[in-house]
């Protein structure tokens, strides 16, 4: 009938898994190129960068985008595109999706609210299990941001599987898991901070009932 509003139907699980992963996808797309840039000034200090006529050394993140987007083209700034939204797809998934599962998990049985303690050991959970899950992708995505100023031979990825195959048998499924642990102690400090302040801001705003 007219003027009849359908009942609201509360997020499942999946609901808040998959929306979380497109998500992630999205702002990937938008930051891809500054998260580049920071791979190039990260390891500018390990490897010779090749310096033609007019190369530069990368300096500062616009100089950095200018220089790349002069010398290697446009595309460039997307290398790894592909390895970087699987990453979003299992990260923000799992660190964003099951947050609200997790934390009801640790929530004791009768308990009125949920206290900072148990929010916080729900952030540090998801966080873990999240880079658990996408560091393959984690390693892939940088490998191909970092292969444009490394030598030709080492080049050696045709795609994204490619890449996962050549590094686990070349270097074995460890390699594929290289740097996990302070992925995770990094990445679970900014869930807490990321997930907890908006969780705490959100129950705030409800007690108050400033956005009804």
Sequence with gaps: MVGL???EVP???AMKFVSAGMAGCIAD???FPLDTAKVRLQ???EVRIPRSSGSLEY???LGTLSTMVRTEGARSLYSGLAAGLQRQMSFASIRIGLYDSVKQLYTPKGAESTGMGTR????CTTGAVAVACAQPTDVVKVRFQASRILSDSA????GTVDAYRTIAREEGVRGLWRGTLPNIARNAIINCGELVTYDLLKDA???AQLMT
Aim: aromatic content about 4%; glycine content about 12%; hydrophobic content about 35%.
């Design 5 to 7: 509003k359908p009942p």
């Design 11 to 13: 997020p499942t699980a």
């Design 29 to 31: 797309l938008c930051t």
């Design 43 to 45: 390891i500018q200090g």
């Design 59 to 61: 300096r500062g993140v």
């Design 120 to 123: 916080l050991l729900a952030g």
């Design 155 to 158: 080049r050696r990825y045709s």
């Design 205 to 207: 705003l409800l007690r």
